[in-house]
């Protein structure tokens, strides 16, 4: 039987082509709003994170009514940093809508999300957005998808899609990409919605079953546990099984002491009414509940498959502060609280890892790319923590005795005049071009597969080789073997040799060295790098050498001299910027890059011994 009076969607699709704008439309058309209600821009994007970046990071869900209907629509990530939660979103929904720009096309993550959804066997609706840029191209983006849909090895059914030609911003959807400046909002994407994404399945009689999807906390209630109803009735007070996934997992009785559900952007009672087959309800009074559990009949307790996602890929250490200036700027330095808030993490987001290395104040951090990672260490920072993070490591596997390593999909557009320079960047990578499609207009895609270890530090490098220009998307695409050595930065670090406070008169003399990060006046310790070496080699140097005042005046000596403005790096450019023997030092106010060895002379040793071992390792 079918529950007609409910469909669960998810809005999937690449970075930035639209979905929270199209969600934002949806809800204002819906009257979900009063009519004297200021809402936001990007209402579901609702953490400072999100709205500072521009991107979504968790997916989050809301309830837009339609007529007699409730349309439940989980907003997903585009951020394939982030495909743990577009796998757990999918868990919620009997089907998706699909967002493309109407000028990029697919890209990378694109490909990722549809993989997804096509592997669950979820109906996709298609919905062409951004028809009214200047540079539209609705009919190649289309055949584009197409070729999208049967290169994933779509079946023949779902590759009879429906499409809607959209803008998102203006809130107007049709069946033509010519029709949508006169369309009357986004009746023709809801009609669409309706009757071809299916309504919820359930068997008449079945004993309650509901899928824990995701976790959310109140300050009255504690935690709460965000399920999709999959089977049967539940109410307020009910006694339920609690099951853990896993061959046997533990089954408690526990009670529901609230029931919310989703109205809008609020959560409200659910009263006499209960939550059904189809409905996305929240759950409070099982304080240690989990992603995958299940909530089942006290009388039948038969849990449901487990959410599954895709192994990390990328690794880094975190640990407490170890610098000169820790504790100075931070109030949560010690490994207890490290280590708290990274069990905390591991709770609600399924896809990190946290496991032990050989220090009690260190661990060893896995996640899908190095932006997921900076976005953990980025919210710790804000909550008051002093870390130290390592250089992101991709993670390896055996494979019939051979080392295997990550490999992506890059997707680049870029000016034609730079595509020389651009070819030979990621061919000194060890990347290898795919696909290259001129765009018209002096532009350019082109398609690599890349090993995942050699974009760490390219975004930084791309956008200086092409004077700030190139788009660089990626998504994670498979396993290949080790490809050997591949050197991301070829330039070496400035390094302070003392501690003190830098002068600009030792500035002046410096910056000739190389690119500055550090400015006059900043605390600096030795073994910080506070600036990048113009030379391959690392430099030992002293910033905070002061001029020497004398009694003698020269017609000369108060001539101004002027200071190059330094480069201050943001915590996704340090993680790029980093070398093997080197860190960073994140606080609340500072991100600092410092050696792991922080002394000259141990430093030193541990060169003499990397060369002893590679000398003995090449017979030399």
């Avoid at 073997?481 to 670090?493: F, M, V």
Wanted: proline letters at 6%; charged letters at 25%.
């Amino acid at each position: 039987m079918r529950r007609a009076d409910i469909r669960n969607v998810a809005i999937i699709a690449h970075v930035d082509h639209g979905k929270t704008t199209l969600v934002d439309a949806m809800l204002r058309q819906s009257g979900a709003f009063r009519a004297n209600e200021e809402v936001a821009d990007r209402v579901m994007d609702s953490t400072d994170l999100e709205r500072e970046k521009g991107i979504t990071i968790l997916a989050k869900n809301t309830a837009v009514p339609y007529g007699d209907l409730t349309v439940n629509i989980v907003d997903t990530p585009g951020h394939a940093d982030f495909g743990g939660e577009v796998e757990r979103a999918l868990t919620m929904v009997d089907g998706v809508l699909l967002l493309v720009d109407a000028s990029e096309g697919p890209l990378p993550q694109t490909r990722f999300v549809l993989r997804k959804s096509l592997e669950s066997h979820l109906p996709v609706l298609v919905v062409i957005n951004k028809v009214d840029r200047p540079d539209a191209r609705p009919a190649e983006v289309l055949d584009a998808v197409y070729d999208l849909f049967i290169d994933l090895g779509a079946l023949e059914h779902q590759i009879e899609f429906p499409v809607v030609y959209c803008n998102a911003r203006t809130g107007q959807a049709a069946l033509s990409p010519e029709e949508v400046p006169d369309a009357p909002g986004l009746k023709v994407l809801f009609e669409l919605l309706v009757e071809y994404i299916p309504a919820p399945e359930y068997a008449e009689g079945h004993p309650f079953q509901a899928l824990v999807c995701n976790l959310d906390a109140s300050p009255y209630v504690g935690r709460l546990a965000i399920c999709r109803v999959h089977q049967g009735w539940v109410h307020k007070g009910d006694m339920v099984a609690w099951c853990r996934p896993g061959p046997g997992g533990d089954i408690q009785r526990v009670r529901i002491n609230e029931l919310y559900l989703t109205e809008a952007l609020q959560r409200v009672d659910a009263g006499s009414r209960g939550a059904g087959p189809g409905d996305i309800m929240a759950v409070a009074g099982i304080p240690e509940i989990m992603i995958g559990d299940t909530l089942a009949d006290a009388a039948d307790p038969t849990p449901l498959p487990g959410v599954t996602v895709d192994e990390p890929a990328i690794s880094m250490t975190i640990g407490i502060n170890t610098s000169p200036l820790a504790g100075t700027e931070g109030t949560k330095v010690t490994a207890r609280l490290v280590r708290g808030r990274l069990d905390t993490e591991l709770v609600g987001n399924v896809s990190i890892r946290v496991l032990p290395t050989d220090r009690p104040d260190t661990w060893e951090v896995q996640g899908r790319g190095e932006l997921a990672l900076a976005v953990l260490v980025e919210l710790m920072r804000r909550e008051g923590f002093e870390l130290t993070v390592g250089k992101p490591q991709v993670l390896t596997k055996l494979v019939d005795g051979k080392v295997y390593e990550p490999v992506e999909r890059v997707s680049l557009d870029i000016p034609d005049e730079h595509l020389g320079t651009v070819t030979q960047l990621l061919a000194g990578r060890k990347g290898r071009m795919q696909h290259i499609v001129a765009h018209g207009s002096g532009w350019a895609r082109t398609d690599w597969l890349v090993p995942s270890r050699a974009l760490i530090g390219l975004r930084s490098q791309l956008l200086t080789e092409t004077k700030g220009t190139a788009q660089l998307h990626h998504v994670l695409d498979g396993w290949e073997p080790w490809c050997g050595e591949i050197r991301t930065r070829q330039n070496g670090s400035l390094v302070a040799d003392r501690r003190g406070k830098v002068a600009a008169y030792a500035l002046i003399n410096l910056q000739e060295r190389g690119t500055l990060f550090v400015g006059p006046g900043t605390e600096v310790y030795e073994g910080m790098v506070v600036g990048e070496n113009a030379r391959r080699e690392d430099m030992d140097i002293n910033p905070t050498k002061e001029r020497k005042l004398t009694n003698m005046r020269s017609s000369t000596s108060e001539e101004l001299v002027r200071l190059t403005p330094h480069r201050a790096l943001s915590l996704e450019q340090a993680l790029e910027f980093l070398r093997e023997d080197e860190c960073a030092e994140v606080t609340p106010q500072s991100v600092r890059l410092r050696k792991v060895q922080l002394s000259q002379p141990d430093r030193a040793r541990v060169r003499s011994r990397a060369r002893d071992q590679e000398a003995s390792l090449t017979g030399d």
